[in-house]
T-cell receptor, first 112, second 113 residues
Framework: GQQVMQIPQYQHVQEGEDFTTYCNSS?????IQWYKQRPGGHPVFLIQLVKSGEVKKQKRLTFQFGEAKKNSSLHITATQTTDVGTYFC????????????FGTGTRLTIIP | GAVVSQHPSRVICKSGTSVKIECRSL??????MFWYRQFPKQSLMLMATSNEGSKATYEQGVEKDKFLINHASLTLSTLTVTSAHPEDSSFYIC?????????FGDGTRLSIL
């Protein structure tokens, strides 16, 4: 079945440093979504990428979808303590299939 | 934005008890609802997909007689964990979708003693 892996599993950064998490799917995706889950909370939708090579920005967050539509990345510039949480990518294998396969997640902790 | 309400938020009960969890989409009609389970420090694992008025589609390895799903209307789906045992203790999260992304409920933390 489809597998979605993320690296790294954990990342500890000093406040103000940059952070990147990488997402790799075993199969080609129709689109990919990113979610943030705070400790003890539920996943919150951040963004969806659909097009090959697409890049989207949300303030300090930059999301990329690979040309082959099998990988994606999330980059946070100048991290803040509010960025703490686990970041999940979630891929949809093909159009018409509503199932999302969640990645393994990257847990970000910030050292003030 | 879209709001999904999940109730209860936390349940602690004895082994053998059946537990019902409700998931409601408050400001939109959800064509599809999803039920996930998340163990500590792990990712979300899809348990089943439910569409209003039809039987839920369960993922491989998920017992449909153990986890009963009823999708009675376009705004309500329920998950009943029947005869729960300690190994069923987990964080259960629903999500609902009309068009576009899934919107998640706050989750239910289930602890079976």
């Amino acid at each position: 079945g489809q597998q979605v892996m993320q690296i790294p599993q954990y990342q500890h950064v000093q406040e103000g440093e940059d952070f990147t998490t990488y997402c790799n799917s075993s199969t080609t995706l129709s689109n990919i979504q990113w979610y943030k889950q705070r400790p003890g909370g539920h996943p919150v939708f951040l963004i969806q990428l659909v097009k090959s090579g697409e890049v989207k920005k949300q303030k300090r967050l930059t999301f990329q979808f690979g040309e082959a539509k099998k990988n994606s990345s999330l980059h946070i510039t100048a991290t803040q303590t509010t960025d703490v949480g686990t970041y999940f990518c979630a891929g949809r294998p093909n159009f018409g299939n509503e199932k999302l396969t969640f990645g393994t997640g990257t847990r970000l902790t910030i050292i003030p | 934005g879209a709001v999904v309400s999940q109730h209860p938020s936390r349940v602690i009960c004895k082994s053998g008890t059946s537990v019902k969890i409700e998931c409601r989409s408050l400001d939109f009609q959800a064509t599809t609802m999803f039920w996930y389970r998340q163990f500590p420090k792990q990712s979300l694992m899809l348990m089943a997909t439910s569409n209003e008025g039809s039987k839920a589609t369960y993922e491989q390895g998920v017992e449909k007689d153990k986890f009963l799903i009823n999708h009675a209307s376009l705004t309500l789906s329920t998950l009943t964990v029947t005869s729960a045992h300690p190994e069923d203790s987990s964080f259960y999260i629903c999500s609902a979708r009309a068009r576009g992304p899934q919107h998640f409920g706050d989750g239910t933390r289930l602890s079976i003693l």
